[in-house]
């Protein structure tokens, strides 16, 4: 069944909060209380929190089990594109059933349990929340994300302040006198001076023709073997270098120079060319076939969907494009 989507009441637009608590008390009546206020609204509220978060939740939600659903967070969280691909399709398939839902999240941006959340990934993923206020929004829903305060840095802080357009507090919820349209948003933090490319490399090719790539696959297939990663995350990381190769050839009309290192077990990879030419802020983050035309938009969401994460940067007389593709993510 297809359904007009109701847009939300009173002119207001879609509703992404941000809990930023800095206590337990402040975490479990906060949510408690806007759990209250939603049951009502929605047809379901879907937990995608930290087993801990749950836990806490528990004593005082009790009561709420004909609305309230859980889920792990391992079945949202993997891959960046891919986690803010996944709560996309839920809530498209809830709207298409005449449901609104309600999604309170909490972010997991380590790659693997005690590890610090590297600062790319965290970038990255700053940049989704950005996005989702536009790709989210046609479905009726609400989306809140839990940012403690007390595990996060100011300036994650701050970038979690300029993505969501309100703040959730004990009080309810509140315009974010920080936030920034995605446009501005990514414009002014979708890019930044990527760290020097190591000068010794695994592998370094200059592509000139689309008939160097098969040269390139065979390279990183075998690159990415020799660093233990299984076949399908093998093929993952080999497409999508390839597609945004194939970008700078078909688009950028240059040769491309494609390196590929690793930091630990994670492999990376760069592709520079030579134009120049500042990529599109938004490319790769709207579904191919909507109605935004963006050159190259197609193989940038392909790699977003297949990388971990995916970083630009352009400077005078180059473009890059550097992907990441970390063990134990790719792996999940």
């Known amino acids: 069944m297809i359904v007009n989507h109701r847009e939300p009441q009173g002119g207001e637009t879609f509703p992404h909060s941000a809990l930023l608590p800095g206590t337990d008390e402040e975490l479990v009546s906060t949510l ?14 879907l937990l995608v929190v930290s087993d801990r978060t749950r836990d ?16 792990g967070r391992a079945g949202f ?59 989210y929004a046609p479905y009726g829903s609400a989306v809140t994300c839990v940012w403690d305060s007390r595990q996060h840095s100011a300036g994650v ?8 357009r309100y703040l959730l507090t004990p009080q309810g919820r509140h315009r974010s006198p920080d936030f920034q349209p995605a446009d501005d948003y990514l414009s002014d933090h979708g890019r930044a001076a990527l760290h020097a490319v190591p000068a010794a490399v695994d592998h370094e090719q200059t592509l000139t023709e689309f008939t160097g790539l098969r ?29 945004v190769a194939t970008n700078g050839l078909r688009h950028a009309a240059t040769p491309v120079r494609v ?3 690793h930091h630990g077990r994670t492999l990376i990879t760069q592709c520079d060319d030579n134009a120049g ?9 709207h ?38 593709f970390p063990y134990h993510v790719m792996h999940r």
């Open 259 to 261: 390196r590929a290192w």
């Open 32 to 45: 408690t209380a806007e759990l209250r206020r939603s049951g009502d609204t929605y047809d379901e509220v």
């Open 215 to 243: 040269e390139l696959r065979a390279a990183l297939s075998g690159w990415a073997v020799r660093h233990g990663f299984a076949a399908d995350p093998a093929d993952d990381l080999v497409v999508a270098v390839t597609e």
């Open 77 to 135: 969280y993997q891959r960046l594109g891919f986690a803010y691909e996944r709560f996309r399709q839920y809530l498209a398939e809830q709207a298409s059933r005449g449901r609104r839902v309600y999604v309170i999240a909490e972010p997991d941006l380590r790659e693997r349990p005690g590890d610090e959340p590297p600062p790319g990934r965290v970038r990255a993923y700053l940049a989704y929340e950005s996005v989702c206020n536009d790709t």
């Open 277 to 285: 030419q500042p990529v599109p802020v938004t490319a790769g983050y």
């Open 56 to 71: 806490l939740l528990s004593d005082a939600v009790h009561d709420l089990t004909g609305v309230l659903r859980r889920a």
């Open 157 to 164: 802080l701050d970038g979690v302040r300029a993505t969501h």
């Open 287 to 324: 579904r191919p076939g909507g109605n935004r035309a963006v050159p190259g938009g197609r193989g940038l969401w392909l790699a977003r969907q297949l990388a971990d994460a995916v970083l630009l940067d352009t400077v005078p007389g180059r473009t890059s494009v550097r992907l990441h």
